[in-house]
């Protein structure tokens, strides 16, 4: 049996987490779950909300596609005016359903859930206080770490020990956090993951506020985007309005530039800045940077779409969907013990032939990881009968982990921290191979203040990382 | 509850049905199981496997996608060297299951299973006179017709029976038969739907023989596309070897031309013909006859994309990708009793504001069919700010209904059959609205002798059509 | 893997069916499921129910137990005043789901539903003949074969063409039909399997006609019974009220005797009998034919408590409930790969140790079939520290195969079919074993005319059967 | 919609648990598996088994029967030697998942993993504290607390900080727990619950050592019992061998009397006595107490079977098994509108009028809670034409909850908290009622030496019950 989800999406980067909350509207978990929806693409492992009634915390998490999970029944059990909501990425393990968020628990504090994106890098030194001194864990991720900090703290109101956890944990952080009455949100004083707000106008003249990791699930709702939580933010959303506060003093801004190269849906606006202008730019750029005489610019779908049409409209070369992608994808499939080449991706690729016969063929994609999957499609390409299949990368070379809630292989797989770009060109046997310079990355994203941390493309981490976590990062993040 | 499925697929023509054939190799099931997901998109209410051991007939069909209901159970319960699939079009109504084909049953011919695509026009009439004669159905599927006819027949073998129920059958068919070891296909004498052959070398030097609607499913299990089943024509593999006899003289051919418009995929060569130029030239023919001054060709994805990119390419004017397509979809969601503006196509569909803002927009798609999405899209394209929306349709209006095996909305629902072009526009409340001619949609198909069917544009029948079967089309389709 | 309820049951016979039928309650479809319910133990393989609404006739047929299947949304699909039940006992094969009933058809007769209790023994003659005449079968049920004979009479009206099918069809039935606005019930000439009528008062004085398999499906429902359905008879319930007629003259009368024997529920009335009498007689006149000096009376669970409780009665020796019977059963199980001796018995009973060492123990069950069974039990009564363990059997050795809708193993496997009750006895490895006599058996039942079948004991069958039937017995029933 | 079990079993008092725990077996999962299938009868909401391979944990908790959950795949996810399990009865609630066990986490100490029977009498006040400590809680059962005082123990070994744990906690708890390579068991000093020790030969002539709350448990994995984990004693099963410590002086014992009455299975070893005798003698007694002229005993199924016996055969009445119980019960059942009469007892049981019609009834059951299910069924006999229906209960009446693991109402619901005898019997409707007398009782028992605890009947209880305790006493249980 093979899967083909896993076997697919191994060559590629994954973002852990998409959070929304809401406070101050009658159908909060009804709306929650359609944020959910619109931020599938951020995690398709798990989902769940917590919602309060003002009494209690009610909560459903499971495995599975939002859309699946939040039935009638379920969204039933989910009663009152405030919720957040979290979709978590695929994940292997048996605790994958305890790994399920908003964790929510009884403390001193009262009940509280929460959810977040992101990876705290002192996760495990904190983790080991907090067993040495008599913590319990029942899950593997660092949402449980945050828990424990604010049960633990003496403060007496949940806010200001929220407020003290955030001061004990490093890293990046989008975090969603419910209490009987109240919305709280935070971000890291990086910024490193984004997180909107916005404003949901109601019939009656009133309004509610909302979170979102990306504005796409604003859109859905009807809701407006009114600006970011800051870096280095709190944000409080209770009976009283809406409280903002800084609880640390920001940082250098460092807004994961990969969010604008791949994760991101193209019709979010995300770090305050649409990201469909960016991949356009990515594509333009590469074009003016890596130009080369070809006969078709084609796509890898749906990653390479938006910069393929800007490396077309530069070059002036025409743009052509030529590899038609298979959207009825199960999870798993029965290999015929008859070899098929490549069959992984056949599953969810198809080539025209008829579009690439005898063409001379620019690939675009966002990036290449291991180099297996590209390898797969340039040959795919050529046996269609391509005369020349040659890749273009709308981002720079990915050489290092990242530790801010990206789900990446170790350097020993990535090919690029191992490989010369002429040796990653020989590997996916292309013709010729170019990637993005980071300074044309800086000028898409208009960067010129430096706002964006790439450090998967040049090793240099906005904050201390330490060995051990390095070794064990895929362990702890959200 | 609303039922996104059906009401984002409101407004669009709908393909009946897939069939996939396979005789001669040890691993039919496992090949026909992959040759149904490519072909997926042709229906995804219900799917079926039938294969022979040689001695016994086998079966699985279930309702739901081919990845969800071929698991390895399932598959291990179909041995055999020869097998036949289908996959079938959503459609309402209790007795769906029983719709579900292959249709596999005992007669004194022996053991006997038949899929379909296409529409008998003669049904109703077979099926009254059949049951005058004391016959039971037990589905309002036309391939039970076919079956008793068949069974009836006075021939003694079985390709002698399907021969004489053949020349009984009137209107569109692509037909798989399976016997205990012959795999038996036909087409009707006008060739209305598709029905392509195919070889699959065997690491053996052998080679089994394949049959499908679309050759895309050749592509995925490494099989070649060799040509057609002709109209009229019968093909028997078993294992004297594949006998292609003419069961009737070929009539007019009449090719339904709306698979090149939208029903087959892109990467599949359907009638003789790929898919992906006639798209193009579509575009490329609709930006001749209809221009406009505009700023950018947004296509409404998917089934827009090819022609949108054939616009661009002519015009000249930018291609941009505004509208997002949301994949992740349920079944069913619980609307917001607050009302949400369009929820329904805002699920599957968000515009990127920043590409359409200010924007005069060129929106591309493949048809209209009661006009009530486009209308909703043209809306929300409007609101994500573009100044002006001119709407592109890449065939000429649809005014008649289909009677082949297309599912179409009765004549009183046919937005086209009841309004001008102007009352349309008024309609869907575009700037601009335009069809392709019929010339040019010939042109597309590279149609100089009259091999296609345009009744759907013209009302003009390649068959005698009755009222009555015009009343009820929807009840005996495959 | 062990599939338990299939081990366990092995060394039984099985009933083939439950019936039920209902005319005029606006909650037909409800009330048909409670009877079905009440009739669990006759089949439990799968169930339907079919109703209509004066229009259409609706039907939900699926595997499983009654309570999973109608769910309410199982229950909305099925509308209307009349509604007809089924449920079927297990068996093999990948068609279970083709054979579930009632089946339901379109014919020229218009839609048509049956289900039906008992066996047909020339189902295959008259199948070939169906065949030869061009007819074709989708499943392996005899029903098909009425639906057929019905759909082929040249009779106008539905009643008269049952009529003319009742006619060419030989073996045991209770038959229960739906017609648009009719119920029809009809048994055979002999009387084989039962039938019985009742009467359910409504709120507004007025009143519905119910029809069961057996009695204790009124009860649940608070019906009454008001007498059977006469062999030979036929009952139409429609809008001009209750017809009864006699289609044929009755035969000789033949009551499976085995109903009382063991299949009905004891608190059902069956051919006019109650069961728990009989039963209670069974065990009596046991112990007066085979009395033995002994310490308890242990009953196998359930099926031989009654005739225990007689049998201890009637000899004076204390009841004892020393086998403990695990009703949690699941479908499958692993078994451990460490010999668990006697392991499919012991998961549905245990030994009280405590009741039965050091005595000498009558264990009372209502039959052989292969002995298997009996002996583990045996084995695991001993190993439980019985110093004797004498079996007492309350109907005489089962010879001969039942061709009355009884699920019996070939003659082969029947151990009382080729081995002396010494013979068994040894197999079974009990210190003592005696069965019921014929007369008793007689006496129990009150049969001094003759009314019931002994041919499981006697192999006198009241009917001709054929050596095919013989041989086929197992494929063709209901 | 009917919650039938429910409605059922409302009037019952239930057991909360069943724990199962073996050491030094290759299939460790499989087996405990088959003894917590034994145990089904004591919770049947959830299960849980958590098994070490040596090295890691693994764990499977599920909503549903044993059977349904431990499919093969979910037992190929607990390799290892050791395991231990849980069986855990039906609360209402949306957070049942969570309470599910064996709960397993990571601590200071390694991973641990922990089920238990009973219930903590000062479970809320250790709770606070540890909230007030920093502790989080994610379910409301008493595991938890445990857990976290383990963890919270400055102790080094698990064994140390488990004793240290025990000394905290208070009330009643049979308490089975997991180490990386070692399995330990406890009792509460006054051994309140059961809890079994027992030896597994393997074929190799090793043996395993196994735990379970009954000894049927033993019995269908072929396991001996040799004694029972005594009241206050810690028992590890190591790499060192058996360990078997007082970690606490025992208290005067105070066994459960209700495991005998009703609880547990009769053919189990509880408390170091055979269940059988125990209800046998209670019959007895009952008859000699409270003698009746009637025509016959029948026993309420299953629960008064074994005491209805004993009636009978002291009386010289005869017994009867006049009340048919349905077992193919399901969990949720449209009930019709039109009313029926009793209609949620009569899902479950079906008097046979045949038998009690003109009949003086003894009806032996072993308790009466509120009341309401007797009315019902005390209405069917009489309705089944019963000429006076004398109720009999096996122990004496119930004036006072429960708060040593089993789930009783609350005061104000227990009938006889609040009525006479007299006032009970006019409740009930029956013609006479009676109660075994607690002397009767013990002497059943044949606790001379005050082994047992009878604080349900006397509202004495062993241990000091704070008022809080007695308000929450439900939300707090295993």
Redesign the interface.
């Known amino acids: ?1 093979l899967d083909t989800e896993a076997d697919f999406q191994f060559d590629k980067l994954h973002e852990e987490c998409g959070v929304f909350a809401l406070y101050g ?1 009658p ?1 909060a978990a ?2 929650v ?2 944020g959910l ?2 931020l ?2 951020r995690g ?1 492992e798990s989902a769940g909300i917590a919602s309060s009634d003002g009494r209690k915390i ?3 998490r499971k495995m599975g ?4 999970i ?1 039935t ?1 029944d379920a ?1 039933n ?1 989910l009663p009152g005016d405030l919720a957040i909501g979290h979709t978590r990425y695929s994940t292997a393990g ?2 994958a359903l305890l790994n399920a968020q908003p ?6 504090k009262g009940q509280i859930a929460i959810a977040h994106n992101g990876n705290l890098t002192n996760a495990i030194e904190l983790r080991r206080a907090l ?8 899950s593997t991720s660092d949402t449980e770490v945050i ?2 900090l604010v ?3 003496r403060e007496r109101t949940i806010p200001a020990a929220l407020r003290e956890a955030l001061l004990q944990i490093e890293g990046a952080f989008s975090l969603v956090m419910l209490a009987k009455n109240r919305v709280i949100v935070a971000r890291d004083p990086h910024g490193f993951r984004p997180l909107a707000m916005g404003r949901l106008e ?2 009656d003249g009133g309004s509610a506020v909302v979170f979102a990791s990306e504005t ?1 699930a604003f ?4 809701a407006t985007y009114t600006g970011d939580v800051e870096p280095g933010e709190m944000v409080i959303a209770g009976p009283e309005g809406l409280t903002r506060e800084r609880y640390t003093p920001p940082e250098q801004p460092a807004h994961c530039s990969f969010e604008h190269v791949y994760f991101s ?3 979010s ?1 995300v770090f305050g800045r ?1 990201v ?2 960016s991949r356009d730019l990515m594509g333009r750029l590469l074009a003016r940077e890596h130009a080369i005489d070809a006969d078709i610019v084609v796509p890898v779908p749906d990653s390479g ?2 910069a393929a ?1 800007g490396y ?2 530069e070059s002036g070369i ?5 590899l ?1 992608r ?6 798993t ?2 290999e ?6 490549d069959f992984g991706v ?2 969810k690729l ?6 690439l016969e005898g063409m001379r063929v620019i690939l675009v994609d966002d990036s290449i990881v291991r180099g297996t999957t590209s390898r797969k499609i340039v040959r795919m390409v050529r046996n269609a009968g391509a005369k020349e299949v040659h890749v273009r990368i709308s981002c720079p070379p990915t050489v290092s982990p990242c530790y801010y809630g990206v789900d990446t292989p170790s350097l020993r797989e990535l090919i690029a921290a191992n490989s010369t770009v002429e040796q990653i060109r020989e590997f996916i046997e292309a013709d010729s191979l170019a990637y993005l310079s980071l300074e044309s990355l800086r000028e898409s994203l208009e960067d010129s203040d430096r706002r964006f941390c790439y450090a998967c493309y040049t090793g240099k981490y906005p904050t201390l990382v330490q060995i051990e976590e390095i070794v064990t990062a895929k362990t702890g993040c959200c």
């Open positions: 049996m509207h159908e009804n709306l779950y359609l929806y619109a599938q693409h398709q009610h909560s459903v596609h939002v859309a699946e939040f009638p969204l059990q048996e605790t964790l929510s628990v009884d403390c001193a067993e040495e001194d008599g913590s319990i864990f029942q828990l424990h049960a633990r703290s109601m019939a796409c859109d859905l709702i009807g849906r193209p019709d606006v649409a469909a202008p779409v938006a049409i077309a409209a025409p743009y052509q969907q030529a038609i298979n959207h009825y994808v199960g999870r499939f029965i015929p013990s008859q070899a098929i080449r056949k599953l198809n080539p025209i032939r008829h579009m």
